[in-house]
């Protein structure tokens, strides 16, 4: 597995390039944003682009979709569950003045514990809402692509809309349970283990509890 990774937007999010090596096939994961960048990427790889898989759809995981989308016609997949979150991006987007092209509907709904490929790779799909009703992770053995679940040292947010903080607490103690080593490669920052993050991060040692939804 080779993981390319390119911060962008406004919101400084991690899309990542995931291609297996086998085949020179990939995938992208949370193209958030700055969708030129994204496409140079992938021709810069010279690998071929298969499918777009998202954690949730936030508007700065879902920003660069459009335009990848032009240039290469791959199918999406999102949580149903996630349908409302995507439909209020543009609305999002609106309040903070970003710039924003809405993705069309994904064309493939995925659920907890799908196995999804690429090439020779396989993951699992892990539902893990809290940050989002449709939050999921994407499993390969040691290493996930977490979206806005497990951040180093801190968690996503649960006072956005349709955010839960006790399904939070659920999905964090859910990967709380995955070996010491697996590498969790975030939405946001730097990559971590779930090892360190249960020795260090406030939200897995029980010193601090996801907050309540105060936003409208």
């Not at 692509?145 to 999905?171: H, K, N, Q, V, W």
Request: glycine share 10%; aromatic share 6%.
């Amino acid at each position: 597995m080779k993981v390319l990774s390119k911060t962008v937007g406004a919101f400084q999010e991690n899309a990542y390039l995931v291609i297996d090596e086998a085949t020179n096939e990939a995938v992208f994961i949370d193209p958030g944003d700055e969708p030129d960048a994204l496409i140079e990427l992938v021709r810069k790889s010279g690998a071929n682009l298969r499918a777009i898989w998202l954690t949730h759809a936030h508007l700065d995981h879902v920003g660069g979709i459009a335009g990848l989308c032009r240039v290469w016609k791959v199918p999406v997949h999102l949580h149903a569950a996630d349908l409302p979150v995507l439909e209020r991006a543009p609305v999002s987007a609106a309040m903070y003045g970003i710039a924003f092209e809405a993705p069309e509907t994904p064309d493939v709904f995925v659920e907890d514990g799908q196995r999804l490929s690429i090439g020779e790779l396989s993951f699992d799909v892990v539902h893990t809402p809290g940050h989002a009703p449709g939050h999921v992770v994407f499993r390969n053995g040691t290493t996930v692509f977490g979206g806005d679940l497990l951040f180093a040292g801190s968690i996503g947010r649960t006072d956005l809309p349709y955010a839960d903080p006790a399904a939070m607490e659920d999905s964090l103690e859910k990967i709380s349970r995955w070996d010491d080593a697996t590498v969790v490669h975030p939405g946001h920052g730097p990559s971590t283990t779930i090892g360190h993050e249960k020795a260090s991060n406030p939200f897995l040692t029980g010193i601090a509890k996801p907050v309540k939804r105060v936003i409208a």
